[in-house]
């Protein structure tokens, strides 16, 4: 039995290697490198939601795609899943019930896609489900049913859809009742009325609501009694407010927009709110009664107001002078031009203060000796210059912005009196210089950022007096020399961002807590001097960023990494790397290597030596030709590699087996070859199961030319191994099938082998004698069981010896027993005339496939003669017959003796066995009247 279990266990195990693996390389998608239940199918035109995305995921999203429907079979069975994202699609249809495995969803979003209809079966399974993102479709109608499965829902995104009709929100809120936040800004509601809601909303904490065509807001009943935030937003002129008192009374933030703040409107408004803390007021069409001011700063608790789109153009000293209890004051886009002197006087407790995109053209003195002030803003205005009083007392600042105005110098004592300041922003402005007499002087300071405007020059002695910078970013627009010494004085910087231009110094020299540098190095300027064997002095630097713009070349840039003991990223981005072998000799410790957009990369295996311990390696648009390098560099610990871009045309997959760590491979755009050259690869690439090959499905060819633009991996690879290794396939199945065919032979059909076997040994006897051609000595050979000895003794040889005078050759009585020598039987056989059987059961079970008889059979067939008598001692039925189906052949298609039909007639028996006898050499006569039919 054995033979036969194992083979087929071999079968199985083949047809088990030949089917491939979807887990790793899917299609259009991708696994998360660092979590395997989370897969990525962004940004990749899919018209429907790939197969096999393995059902464990627990997080999956497809943004940025084409699907335009949702099909019921596409998430069956994931049954694990959590989030599932859809935004940004051209969704217009949900089959009924495409969620219904889905309960173990709590996110869904479905933002930015063309559904106009939520129906009721949309939704169905997902009762799990606490946030549902609708925002930007064109939903105008709500079943009433489809939120009914959605009994957990918490938060309900509705933002921009076209809901005209206020009985959808009814739909909604009938079956949510834990909504704790509901978004329905920017929709076409004309009346939102609370009437026919069927129970209050006792969790919502949130409510947006906006609508161009919003004529009435009306509350009746306190059916949001736990309702903190709320935002109501019409053009509506006319527009109607509606609340009975006590109501909302926990609102603690409102934001409003109408078309006309009128007086009379804001009045009834804000007299509905006792603990209102936080306003913000905006208006459509900016008009606007100074009277709301008072009104609003009259509000009790009221501390934080924001003021946006309205025209105001100047405040004077008593637009805001009751607003003396604000800690917060926003006024944003409010074409500000001018502040009075005293406009902010009362404000004693004011702490953050934000004037942006405004058309300011100098700091207004109104801020100064604001003393309570910690963050100041001044963002996107028309700021020219900064004046030494500019910022006169304001101790308590610790956050100060001035990004996106036109500011191109200041002077050192501007910020004198800044003590506290923690976090300065100067981005995009039009500085050009930073040395000592616009050194600041910020003994608080932690993150400076002059980033985007266009440096020129740091000189020396610039940063002497910031010691405690943590963070500094001086990435400029243009190429900046910084001078030597110029960093001086940074003993606890951390992080640097810069532009590099040229440099005769040391730059680096006291920085010794640098963890992160990102350098930019622009134009055409040759940056040797960083290289020459210099060392940079930053033993504590973690992560390096070098990028070239593309017209320069640093030479030998690399030599910068001596030193860097403790470096784990490295990054460079430019065209000419060249790269020494030894560059990464002090880096041992590098994890993260990236090499970017070189104008011709072939490493070495050497390069790679000192770095074993590095996990990731991209090495993309680097016009790459080969990956042999990889077979030596020993990067047993790598997990991430991107060779995206390259000019890869074969791949090897060998390779990879250097590399017993990865886990992500991106291939994406490479000119690869699309014949037999990658078959190996491209068996890889669908059946490994460690590593994941990013996109794979995705990858195209170049060439031969039949084949462009086609995808790799649908490239038919079993037509390459019907050469070689489709021979060995076909052998190694051929033995297989071989054993597996002859463990079964040997166990069903053993006895009709050896049968055949003894046929085929007659035959060779036969063609034999008749070739010697030898004379018949016997008139019969009898052939018979021991057990009917008797009778052969006792009836045939008295009747057929003595009284019919035959010569007969007796099966026991002529050969010696236990000593069955073939040839003598054989030879019996044939030299007589006949052979007669005595066939009893006891015959048929031992004698049967003796070879005598074989032998016999064979001799009748053959020589077409009656050479055979068949002579049957007892009655035995064609049932007991068939296993001996040689026998019954020729017992159907030849005649025989019964000696139990003929006991009464014993004369008439022996008269038919002497005729048998003496028919010599021609074929029975089937008619025989002598002879019985069966
Ligand atoms: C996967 O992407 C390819 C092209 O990038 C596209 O032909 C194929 O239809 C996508 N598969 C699915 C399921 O959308
Ligand atoms: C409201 O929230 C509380 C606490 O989160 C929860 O126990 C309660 O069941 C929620 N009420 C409803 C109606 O969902
Ligand atoms: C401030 O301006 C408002 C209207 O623009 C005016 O009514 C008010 O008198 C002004 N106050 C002062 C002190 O000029
Ligand atoms: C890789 O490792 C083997 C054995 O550890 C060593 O003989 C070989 O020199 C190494 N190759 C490189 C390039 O480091
Ligand atoms: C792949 O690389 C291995 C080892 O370097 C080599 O033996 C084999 O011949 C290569 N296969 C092809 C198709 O070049
Ligand atoms: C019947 C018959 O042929 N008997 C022969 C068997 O073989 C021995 C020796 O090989 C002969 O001596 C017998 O005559």
């Known amino acids: 039995m054995w033979p036969a279990s194992t083979s087929l266990l071999s079968l199985l195990f083949l047809l088990l290697l030949s089917r491939p693996s979807l887990f790793y390389s899917l299609r259009n998608c991708t696994i998360d490198f660092h979590d395997s239940s989370k897969v990525k199918c962004d940004f990749s035109r899919l ?77 169905e399974g997902l009762t799990n489900l606490r946030i549902l993102n609708l925002y930007n479709n064109k939903i105008d109608h709500i079943s009433p049913l489809a939120f009914k499965p959605l009994g957990k829902l918490q938060e309900l995104y509705l933002a921009s859809n076209e809901l005209v009709n206020s009985s959808n929100v009814v739909n909604i809120v009938s079956h949510c009742p834990s909504l704790k936040i509901l978004d329905l800004t920017d929709i076409r509601l004309t009346v939102f009325e609370t009437d026919f809601f069927p129970f209050p909303l006792q969790n919502l904490t949130k409510l947006h609501l906006g609508s161009d065509t919003l004529t009435k807001f009306r509350v009746h009943s306190d059916v949001f009694p736990q309702l903190e935030s709320l935002t109501v937003a019409s053009r509506k002129r006319g527009f109607e407010w509606d609340v009975i008192d006590k109501v909302l009374t926990n609102l603690k933030t409102f934001g409003i927009q109408l078309s006309e703040l009128k007086f009379e409107t804001c009045k009834k408004i804000f007299q509905s709110f006792a603990s209102l803390e936080n306003l913000h007021l905006s208006s459509f069409d900016e008009i606007f009664d100074e009277r709301v001011f008072d009104f609003v700063c009259g509000i009790p608790s009221l501390q934080k107001f924001h003021v946006s789109q309205i025209h105001i153009f100047v405040i004077n000293d008593t637009l805001l002078q009751s607003c003396s209890r604000l800690t917060d004051l926003k006024l944003i886009y409010i074409v500000l031009g001018n502040l009075s002197e005293s406009a902010l006087q009362t404000m004693t407790l004011l702490r953050n203060l934000n004037i942006e995109q405004n058309v300011l053209s100098r700091i207004p003195p109104a801020i100064q000796n604001m003393s309570t002030l910690t963050h100041l803003s001044f963002q996107s205005n028309l700021i020219l210059k900064l004046q030494c009083s500019d910022f006169l007392n304001l101790q308590s600042l610790t956050e100060l912005n001035l990004n996106h105005n036109q500011i191109s110098t200041f002077k050192s004592c501007v910020f004198k009196d800044l003590t506290n300041l923690k976090v300065l922003f100067i981005e995009h402005n039009l500085i050009s210089q930073l040395d000592h ?93 960083l290289s020459e064997h210099r060392p940079l002095h930053l033993e504590a630097l973690q992560e390096l960023s070098i990028q070239v713009d593309k017209n320069a070349c640093v030479y030998h840039a690399l030599y910068i990494l001596h030193g860097l003991k403790k470096l784990q990223v490295f990054s460079l981005d430019t065209v000419c790397c060249s790269t020494p072998s030894g560059i990464f000799w002090e880096t041992p410790n590098l994890v993260n290597l990236k090499i970017i957009n070189c104008a ?44 995206t871009n390259n000019d890869l045309t074969v791949i090897n997959e060998t390779v990879f087996e250097a590399l017993p760590s990865l886990k992500y491979l991106d291939l994406y755009e490479n000119p690869f070859v699309c014949d037999c050259s990658n078959a190996g690869f491209i068996d890889w690439v669908i059946r490994n199961k460690q590593v994941q090959v990013v996109r794979a499905y995705q990858y195209r060819c170049s060439s031969p030319p039949s084949e462009q633009g086609h995808f790799l991996l649908d490239f038919n690879v079993q037509s390459c191994w019907e050469s070689t290794g489709f021979l060995c396939f076909i052998s190694s199945s051929a033995l297989v099938l071989v054993t597996l065919l002859s463990s079964f032979i040997y166990h069903f059909l053993r006895w009709q082998l050896v049968y055949g076997f003894h046929l085929f040994l007659a035959f060779l006897y036969d063609s034999k004698k008749r070739r010697q051609g030898c004379p018949h000595i016997y008139d019969a050979f009898v052939s018979y069981n021991v057990h009917d000895e008797d009778w052969v003794y006792g009836e045939l040889l008295p009747e057929l010896e003595e009284v019919q005078g035959w010569r007969l050759c007796l099966h026991h009585r002529d050969f010696q027993l236990g000593k069955p020598i073939i040839e003598n039987i054989t030879d019996a056989i044939y030299s007589s005339r006949k052979t007669l059987c005595v066939i009893s059961r006891r015959y048929l079970q031992s004698e049967w496939c003796s070879r005598e008889i074989q032998m016999a059979s064979y001799r009748l067939f053959d020589e077409q003669k009656d050479v055979l008598i068949l002579l049957f001692l007892e009655e035995i039925s064609s049932n007991h017959l068939s296993p001996f189906y040689r026998m019954r052949k020729l017992v159907k298609s030849r005649t025989y003796l019964s000696w139990t039909q003929a006991r009464s007639h014993k004369g008439l028996f022996w008269e038919n066995v002497r005729r048998a006898l003496e028919c010599d050499n021609e074929p029975a006569d089937s008619h025989n009247p002598l002879t019985v039919n069966v």
């Open 437 to 529: 007499t616009s050194a600041i002087s910020l003994p608080s300071l932690k993150m400076l950022s002059v980033s985007e405007n266009n440096l020129i020059l740091i000189e020396k002695d610039t940063f002497s007096n910031v010691s405690s910078l943590t963070e500094l970013n001086l990435k400029s627009k243009s190429a900046t020399e910084v001078k030597n010494g110029a960093f001086e004085g940074l003993v606890g910087l951390k992080r640097m961002t810069f532009s590099l231009n040229y440099h005769s110094g040391s730059v680096f020299e006291g920085l010794p807590q640098l963890q992160h540098l990102v350098v930019y190095v622009w134009n055409n300027m040759e940056i040797t001097e």
């Open 47 to 123: 018209h429907t939601i790939p197969r096999g995305i393995p059902k464990t995921v627990t997080y999956l999203s497809a943004f940025r795609n084409r699907i335009v429907t949702i099909r019921e079979s596409d998430f069956k069975g994931f049954t694990k899943l959590e989030a599932l994202f859809l935004g940004q699609n051209d969704m217009e249809h949900i089959e009924n019930g495409a969620f219904s495995d889905l309960s173990a969803l709590t996110q869904l979003n479905l933002k930015s896609n063309s559904l106009t209809e939520l129906t009721d079966n949309m939704f």
């Open 600 to 643: 011709e990369f072939s490493p070495n295996p050497e390069l790679f030596q000192p770095i074993a311990g590095l996990k990731i390696l991209n090495l993309s648009n680097n016009k790459m030709k080969y990956l042999d390098f990889l077979t030596e560099a020993n990067l047993t610990k790598l997990e991430m590699m991107i060779l």
